[in-house]
């Protein structure tokens, strides 16, 4: 292994930011790298943030009314797996887009400049193609879902176009980002219901706090060389004030959260759903561990906490999971 770990690391075909020793280097041909890397099929953390309000989403909204034949208070393995497998293509899909629009700055950050636009291991059209093949797969998955849910997939295209372009013109490029990958907690409830609703509107509005304030620690690993090449970002204007700044937008987070199971009805027919506040409060802990352990001048350890949010998500989605295993373990009284 630490000749297989010596031996990546020297080559011109890695990207300096990505792990040296995972499954991409270990398993697939190396042609098929470059295009790995920008679909980032190396840094799974990605499509696990951008698959996590889908999933709380879609475990939130069959526990809107008292579990019966129709509807379990589980949310559908089906689903799940859709959710996953769009998550994936859709990511990869969106950093490969980005990649196109952010070349020549990627091209002076020195984070960045190994990646496979900058680098020419990759052209422009062969990224465009493989951008194409993996918004098809995102589109054959949408197409598994009812015609509301097809339409609002379809809508959220806008946030992802608009998201590259933010770091040039607005300090909040963070926010961008929060509308596009927070927008899988409108999804999951229309895939359910074939509606929205307020529930999974505020699941939405906190899941943008959220991702406001993870991406937020990830940018303080740039912001020398953003400073250099005149990129914007929530960590070059909160600066020092970044712990105050995520306690706000955590609070809010969770905040939002409580309100939107609240919203649910979750319970309302008899089953009690403290479960789920439960992993709301343990959710909360986690965050707190995160500002209270913030070092913004370490980028190794601004990376640790960033990836630490996908803890943030399994806490929440086994929280409501166990709310509804909870609720169809408790007898249901009434006609």
């Known amino acids: 292994m630490a000749n297989l770990k010596s031996s990546l690391a020297e080559t011109s075909d890695r990207v300096t930011d990505a792990p040296v020793y995972n499954w991409v280097y270990r398993m697939l041909p190396r042609a098929i790298w470059p295009y790995a ?24 909204a069959p526990q809107a009314v008292a579990p019966s034949a129709v509807h379990t208070g589980l949310p559908s393995l089906w689903n799940l797996l859709l959710f996953l497998i769009g998550a994936i293509a ?10 196109l629009v952010d070349q020549d700055i990627d091209d002076k950050v020195a984070r960045t400049r190994s990646r496979p636009l900058p680098s020419g291991r990759v052209s422009r059209l062969q990224a465009k193609l493989f951008l194409v093949a993996q918004a098809l797969v995102g589109f054959l998955v ?12 379809i809508l959220s295209l806008a946030t992802v176009a608009i998201y590259p372009f933010l770091k040039r013109v607005t300090d909040w490029p963070q926010l961008g980002l ?12 229309a895939v359910h219901w074939g509606s929205l609703a307020l529930a999974p509107v505020l699941l939405y509005a906190g899941a943008i706090l959220w991702t406001i304030g993870y991406d937020t620690i ?10 250099l090449v005149g990129v914007r970002s929530t960590a070059r204007l909160f600066g020092n004030r970044t712990r105050e700044a995520l306690a706000i937008l955590y609070l809010g987070t969770i905040a939002l959260f409580f309100a939107a199971f609240a919203a649910s009805g979750m319970g309302a027919a008899g089953g009690p759903s ?6 709301l409060a343990i959710g909360a802990v986690q965050m707190i561990w995160q ?7 370490d980028p190794d350890q601004c990376l640790a906490l960033f ?28 006609g």
């Open 274 to 279: 403290w479960p789920a506040y439960a992993g």
């Open 37 to 60: 890397q920008l679909a980032r099929w190396d840094r799974p953390i990605g499509w696990q943030l951008l698959l996590w309000p889908c999933w709380w989403s879609a475990a939130l």
């Open 142 to 153: 949408l197409i598994q879902f009812n015609p509301f849910a097809v339409l609002l997939g």
């Open 90 to 99: 859709m990511r990869g899909a969106g950093c490969t887009y980005n990649d």
């Open 218 to 227: 990830y940018a303080h690993q740039d912001k020398e060389d953003d400073a």
């Open 178 to 189: 929060g509308l596009a990958f927070s927008y899988g907690a409108l999804m999951g409830w």
């Open 307 to 334: 990836k630490s949010n996908t803890v943030f998500g399994w806490i929440i989605f086994f929280g409501l999971i166990f709310s509804a295993l909870w609720s169809l373990s408790m007898p249901v009284y009434g």
């Open 291 to 297: 500002i209270s352990s913030l070092d913004i001048d």
